[in-house]
């Protein structure tokens, strides 16, 4: 028995790592389109275009939300910050689908793990779901709660001190600030965003100049592993979670649970259900991508399925935030607005894919626990081009390679400036990206003091002003 449990635990492990491997390169490089979209793809201030409910301002929420691409907590924190400067509710909740649907690295993983057919009911289905939900709320909203929310929201960060990151909208914190010229005190939420914004202000060039130029590279590497830091956990947890659920679930809990069998009945109940195992399952971003192909591979509809993938933004931890920032009314309303979207939505995509004949049928197909997933084929030189990529952006990054400022942080090598954090040691003073750094290199000093203060002279040691 005991022999059993461990070779069951160590083919959950395999399965899950052998996801993982097989969507690797579609992950990476995903997340660098997204960073040079980021980086080099110039946004007007959404606060401005965002504020009427009409089809223009929906139309450019789910635009600017497609090409804003984060985890499910950051869509939300940024969605808070739209709403709080005057976005209409339909608009940031339309920002909040495009930025967790219709992004480029959840579509490659989903074409990867579960096919085309899902790859289009995915964006056309994440389409369906802004315009679904666009009306929902349109005949539902509760203006009033909605302006009071906002009102006591901008209140409360008001009387608490709290300011908006002027990069991503979201919460800027005492240990990341910058006083500009003009005597303003900015908050960052991280120091990649305080980063992103002492590079804009000091940028120079089209995008063409700066791809020439290891500054431009810098910028790119800065946000791809902002990227990186916001759904690692989620990516993990769900390749893992696949792995164990397809192993250990017994068959009968599924048939229990979705109903089987065909008929318009039949497919609504999928698509409620899975909506619900989304929002009891804990697992947001693309996380859920592979728990999906668990799902898929115990004979769960296609409407279960994709409703599942689309429900990434209702999770119990991302209902949590929703009640901190706007308080049960509107969170049990979202609540509501976005499961019969994301129900409905997958219900409508496998009734137009079974018109279509397109729905996919995994038949005759290799299982989870029959495939081989590390051999020499596409996907080990695929991952091999992706490994070196990440790697070169990593060295770009940590090297701190055409990065704005005089100093290098002794610490994580990044370049700073003189009016950040400072620590003496033996006569020598050392400059630091953060408060974070500073009090690594306080512990130890003599482990960092080996680094020169001051970036070469060769390399692009200009300082910086901040504007």
């Known amino acids: 028995m005991q022999v ?65 691409s984060g985890c499910s907590f950051g869509a939300v924190a940024i969605g808070k910050g739209l709403f709080k400067k005057g976005a209409h509710a339909v608009n940031f909740l339309a920002f909040m689908f495009a930025s967790t649907n219709l992004i480029v690295e959840l579509g490659l993983m989903i074409l990867i793990l579960l096919g085309w057919e899902f790859l289009l009911a995915e964006l056309l289905g994440g389409l369906v779901l802004i315009a679904v939900m666009a009306v929902i709320v349109h005949l539902t909203l509760p203006e009033t709660l909605f302006d009071e929310v906002r009102d006591a929201l901008n209140r409360r960060d008001r009387e608490s001190g709290v300011t908006e990151d002027p990069t991503c909208g979201m919460e800027g ?8 010229d003009g005597g303003e ?17 000091s940028s120079g060039g089209g995008w063409r100049d700066e791809l020439l130029s290891w500054g431009g590279w810098y910028k790119v590497a800065n946000q791809y592993r902002k990227e990186w830091s916001m759904i690692w956990k989620d990516v993990v947890a769900g390749f893992l979670i696949s792995g164990f659920v ?31 195992i989304a929002v009891i399952s804990f697992v947001g971003s693309m996380g859920n991508v592979p728990f999906a192909v668990a799902l898929w591979g115990g004979g769960i509809s296609f409407a279960g ?7 990434d933004l209702i999770t119990i931890p991302v209902l949590n935030v929703y009640r901190k920032y706007y308080g049960w009314k509107v969170m049990l309303y979202i609540l509501g607005v976005f499961f019969v979207t994301m129900a409905f939505t997958g ?23 029959e495939q081989t997933y590390f051999e020499l084929n596409y996907t ?30 002794p610490v994580c090598g990044m370049r700073t400036d003189d009016d950040g954090p400072s620590a003496a040691h033996a006569g020598t003073t050392y400059y630091f990206c953060s408060k974070t750094c500073k009090r690594t290199f306080e512990k130890h000093p003599s482990e960092f003091a080996q680094q020169h203060p001051r970036v070469s002279e060769t390399g692009s040691s200009r300082s910086h002003e901040h504007h």
Do not use: H
């Not at 059993?4 to 690797?24: D, H, K, N, Y």
């Not at 007007?44 to 804003?68: C, H, I, N, Y």
């Not at 005190?185 to 202000?201: A, D, N, P, R, V």
């Not at 250990?248 to 619900?276: S, Y």
């Open 347 to 369: 219900f409508l995509m496998e009734l137009l894919f079974d018109a279509f004949d397109i729905v996919p049928d995994l038949a005759g197909g290799e299982t989870a626990t």
């Open 4 to 68: 059993t449990m461990i070779e069951s635990v160590l083919e959950a492990l395999r399965i899950g790592v052998g996801f993982l491997w097989t969507a690797a390169w579609a992950i990476i490089m995903g997340l660098t389109i997204t960073s040079l979209v980021q980086v080099y793809v110039s946004k007007e201030r959404m606060a401005q275009v965002l504020g009427d409910g009409d089809l223009r301002g929906l139309t450019k929420a789910t635009a600017f939300g497609a090409a804003s």
């Open 173 to 180: 914190t005492d240990e990341y600030t910058l006083t500009t």
């Open 246 to 276: 397809i192993v250990f679930v017994p068959q009968w809990v599924w048939n229990t649970l979705f109903v089987q069998g065909d008929g318009l009945l039949v497919t609504a109940e999928n698509a409620i259900m899975g909506v619900a």
């Open 185 to 201: 005190t900015l908050k960052f939420c991280s120091e990649g965003c305080m980063e992103t914004y002492l590079q804009e202000t």
């Open 380 to 409: 080990f030189y695929l991952n091999l081009v992706a490994f070196a990529l990440s790697g070169f952006l990593l060295y770009v990054y940590r090297r701190g390679l055409g990065a704005p400022g005089q100093y290098r942080d």
């Open 305 to 311: 399925v994709i409703a599942f993938v689309y429900a």
